[in-house]
Structures are given as structure tokens and as C-alpha cells.
């Protein structure tokens, strides 16, 4: 073991053993002994140091009371303690503080009483770097009864309060059902009837199941119609004397007033109609006959009419030569000769043959005039697309010229001629609620037979129309001969 030099004493340096105690080495150079351990040469082992237990160091040697402080010492997390605090770690640790305060560690790291918070609240974190705080609880308090394994529920009360209710027994399902209850007891069922749910939770109402009873009531005079998005909208009632008018597709109903000062009246003549047309006319009367402008007494020009047996009549100015013709009275004495001869004012028409008819005219042929006459229809289209016959095994031949004035009370169609059953070629309407006023005329074949069907077509309807007006232009030739 090496020894130890002291130097610095009386009667000078000393060597003592290494493991030597300081108060034998106090000993052995007496009260002479002024060293410091700057003055050892080598230095003392701090276990060998000895240390009288005091306070709360229980060491002792210098050494296990260095330990045992380092074992004691507040940690950096623990933040500074004050002056008058023992150790942490200490059985009798203490801070001086306020009473039932608690404590944190504030920005800076210090160690900081919490102010007192209010009866019943609780303390509530606000996150990092921001002190906590006191808060007070939402709702009323929530006592447990002790109820273990899940038998009860903690329910809203609806009064800002909640309390712990009993689950009734558990319920078995199966797909598409719901859970109904009479107030005690839930049970599975399955909607059947009106109302239905799929396994999604999907609900369905059965067609035709909602009656008007179920329907919201309104304003009595209101009706429904289905707006823009498909949704069912109330109109509201309109003023007395209007009518529903529609606006067409992608707009909606309306209340509107009726144009005009009112209704037709016999003492107020036909003051309510517009400015119209002879066609125009034509389409609103069902018995009329004939086609063409409208006919009044004074000097009227009619074209190729069919007079019938007129009940009397002035043919002063009447010329032209007519075939068949049996004149009656002759107010002047002709003296007819030939084929026609008379006796004083009494004439007789002989007989003659074809050939010398033949003779008698210029360009060697006999022919008669056409004639033109119309056949005008209304048809009951309720059975919708299909043929409807208007004439049916013609007596005899014709030429079916045009359609013309063709009128549908409601909705649209396309309305063709067929004869037999061939289409008519270049006739092809396509009718409305306005009459039609241009005639649709035949590009093609169009020889009625005698004996033949003549039929009018409807096709492509469209908003279920019922009837259907119109008139076929037509010409007849009579026989001829050459």
C-alpha cells in the first residue's frame, strides 16, 4: 500500500498509509496538522471519509451520503422546488403552499399553485403549452348504480338530463324487419301491407295504397300538378270566370283570363269573333257543301256548282251551248230546222247517233267536262292508329286531287289517303287542333275505280285524340268519246 505524504506540519513531512483515517492522521502529527487536500500528494478516498448522520442524510461516510443525495434529487421534469422543500423521494416530503391547491409546471418550468376552482367542477386540460383549468361539467351528474356487465343504458332525458335505464330482453332479427314497441316490451316484426322495408332500410308504399283521405289537405278551389323537379305543387285558386290554361312542355299551368268582351249573344251579333276566312268558317260548320269562298246574294261567281231543280230563275243573260237541254216556251218564232226543229214558239229536238253529233263539232270528238266535288269526313278515332273507311265500293270513277281542312279535337297524328290498300302518293298531313289551310295535294296515282274502298289513315298519334275532320278534293271525268 502506498503511503501518503503530509507535508506543511510540525517537525516536518509525514507519511502515513493511503487507507488511513484523517483523525488518526490528525493523530499522529498532533495539533500541528494544518493540511488541506491541495497539500496530498494523492487523494483520499471519499468512503473513508467519515460523515455523522444528521437530518434527513442517513450516510455514514462522505462518500454514501454524496449517493444518497444523488438518488434524491428532484429531476428536471419535477421543475425547481422551493427553498424550504426537503427532497423529492423523502418519506416527509413537503412544498409550503395554500391549501387544497393543486400544483403544475407553469412555462417557465417553476412548480405553481392552481387557483381554486368552483364547487363541482372539474379540472379540464387545454392542450399543450396552456395551463389547465377548472370546467364546468355539461348536463347533470351521472351516478352509477353499480350495474356490471352491461344490463343498463345511460339514456337522454330530454330535460338536459340523463339517467341509467334497464336493456329489456334481447331481440332476435332477422333480414327486413324493424323493432316495434307497445311501451314495455320490443319486438321484431316485419311490415307487410301498404308499407314495406327492405333489408337496406329502404321503405316502399305500395301503388294506388294512398287514397285523397291520406293526401294534405289545402284551399278549396287550390289544384296539384307535378312542377320542374317531379315534386306534386299547389296552384292556388284563380279569380272567378278564368280558365286552366297549359303553357306547353317544361312550363307550368296557370290561371288566365279568357280574350274578349264575352260571350256570343244574339243581341250583340258575332262581335266576339276575330277577322276570319271562308275556310276558316268552313272548318266550324259540320253540314255544309261544296268548297270554296263563302256566297252572297249579290252578284256572286260560282264555279262549276250543281244547281239541282232551282225553283225559278231569270237565264237572260245565260250563253254557252247545253246538251240535253229541253227548252220550254220560245218567246220568238224560230223556225227551227234539222236535228232541232220547232213549230212557231214549239221546239223539238230530233234524234241523231253519235257520228253526226261527230259531224257537227270541229275536232271530231265529243267529251264532257270534268266535274269537281268534294267528300268531306268526321271520323271517331278512339280506337287510335289504323284505317278508317270513308268511302266503301265506289259506284264510279274519280281522282282524289287533295287533302284539305284536316282537324284533330285533340292532340296529333299524321292522317294519309289509301285506295284500296295502297297510300296515296304526296298526301300526308300532319294534323293538330288547328284546322289545316293549305291543301296537301297527290303527286302520284290517284284513280278511285268504281267498286273500289277509299280510307283515311291515322298514324303516329299522340295525346289519345277522338276525332278527326277533313275533306277530300276530287275530280270526275265523264265518259268520251272519239
Same mark, same amino acid.
Given at each position: ?21 484523517? %483523525? ?16 496530498? &500528494? ?21 462518500? %454514501? ?11 428536471? /421534469? ?12 423523502? %418519506? ?11 400544483? !403544475? ?16 367542477? !372539474? ?6 403549452? #396552456? ?49 316495434? *314497441? ?17 333489408? @337496406? ?5 305500395? /301503388? ?20 320542374? &323537379? ?9 279569380? &272567378? ?26 243581341? $250583340? ?19 255544309? @257543301? ?10 256572286? @261567281? ?30 220568238? $218564232? ?12 214549239? /221546239? ?11 259531224? %257537227? ?26 284505317? !278508317? ?8 270513277? !274519280? ?33 293538330? #287542333? ?8 297527290? *303527286?302520284?296515282?290517284? @284513280? ?11 298514324? *303516329? ?22
Amino acid at each position: 500500500m502506498a503511503n501518503v505524504k503530509i507535508s506543511g506540519v510540525a517537525g516536518g513531512a509525514k507519511a502515513v498509509p493511503e487507507s488511513t483515517d484523517l %483523525a488518526e492522521i490528525e493523530s499522529s502529527v498532533g495539533n500541528s496538522f494544518y493540511a488541506t487536500l491541495a497539500n496530498i &500528494s494523492k487523494g483520499l478516498v471519499a468512503g473513508n471519509i467519515p460523515n455523522t448522520p444528521a437530518g434527513n442524510i442517513a450516510a455514514t461516510n462522505i462518500q %454514501a451520503a454524496i449517493d444518497e443525495l444523488d438518488s434524491e434529487k428532484a429531476t428536471s /421534469a419535477q421543475g425547481t422546488l422551493a427553498d424550504s422543500a426537503t427532497q423529492p423521494g423523502d %418519506a416527509a416530503t413537503t412544498l409550503d403552499g395554500t391549501a387544497h391547491r393543486l400544483l !403544475y409546471i407553469d412555462a417557465s418550468g417553476n412548480v405553481t399553485e392552481l387557483a381554486y376552482g368552483s364547487s363541482g367542477e !372539474y379540472l379540464k386540460s387545454q392542450g399543450a403549452s #396552456t395551463i389547465p383549468a377548472w370546467g364546468a361539467p355539461e348536463g347533470t351528474t351521472i351516478l352509477s348504480t353499480g350495474e356490471v356487465g352491461g344490463t343498463k343504458f345511460l339514456r337522454e332525458d330530454g330535460d338536459n338530463s340523463s339517467s341509467w335505464q334497464t336493456i329489456g330482453t334481447e331481440v332476435s332479427m332477422i333480414d327486413a324487419q324493424v323493432i316495434v *314497441s307497445n311501451g314495455i316490451t320490443p319486438t321484431a316484426t316485419t311490415l307487410t301491407g301498404d308499407v314495406t322495408v327492405n333489408g @337496406t332500410g329502404v321503405m316502399a308504399i305500395a /301503388a294506388n295504397a294512398v287514397v285523397l283521405a291520406d293526401m294534405e289537405h289545402g284551399t278549396q278551389g287550390d289544384i296539384l300538378y307535378y312542377g320542374a &323537379s317531379g315534386a306534386p305543387t299547389r296552384l292556388g285558386f284563380g279569380t &272567378s270566370g278564368q280558365f286552366l290554361k297549359t303553357q306547353g312542355v317544361g312550363a307550368n299551368p296557370i290561371w288566365a283570363t279568357a280574350s274578349g268582351a264575352g260571350d256570343a249573344l244574339v243581341a $250583340n251579333g258575332l262581335d266576339q269573333f276575330a277577322a276570319t276566312t271562308s275556310l276558316g268558317l268552313l272548318g266550324v260548320i259540320s253540314d255544309e @257543301t261544296g268548297s270554296g269562298a263563302l256566297v252572297f246574294a249579290t252578284s256572286p @261567281t260560282l264555279v262549276t256548282p250543281a244547281l239541282g231543280t232551282p225553283a225559278s230563275g231569270v237565264a237572260t243573260n245565260l250563253t254557252g251551248t247545253a246538251a240535253g237541254l229541253t227548252a220550254g216556251g220560245v218567246t220568238t $218564232n224560230a223556225n227551227l230546222t234539222g236535228h232541232v226543229t220547232s213549230t212557231g214558239n214549239a /221546239a223539238i229536238l230530233g234524234s241523231f247517233t253519235l257520228a253526226q253529233l261527230q259531224t %257537227a263539232i270541229s275536232d271530231n270528238s265529243v267529251a264532257i267536262a270534268s266535274q269537281t266535288f268534294d267528300v268531306q269526313f268526321t271520323l271517331d278515332i278512339t280506337g287510335g292508329n289504323g284505317d !278508317y273507311v270513308i268511302h266503301d265500293d265506289a259506284i264510279f270513277g !274519280y281522282e282524289i286531287d287533295s287533302l284539305q281542312a284536316c282537324e284533330l279535337d285533340i292532340g296529333t297524328a299524321t292522317i294519309t289517303v289509301k285506295i284500296n290498300t295502297t297510300a296515296v302518293t304526296g298526301i300526308s298531313v300532319a294534323a293538330t #287542333t288547328t284546322k289545316q289551310t293549305i291543301a296537301d295535294a297527290s *303527286s302520284g296515282a290517284s @284513280t278511285v275505280a268504281a267498286t273500289n274502298e277509299v280510307s283515311i289513315t291515322v298514324a *303516329s298519334v299522340a295525346s289519345s285524340p277522338t276525332k278527326l275532320t277533313g275533306v277530300l278534293h276530287c275530280t270526275r271525268t265523264l265518259a268520251s268519246a272519239s
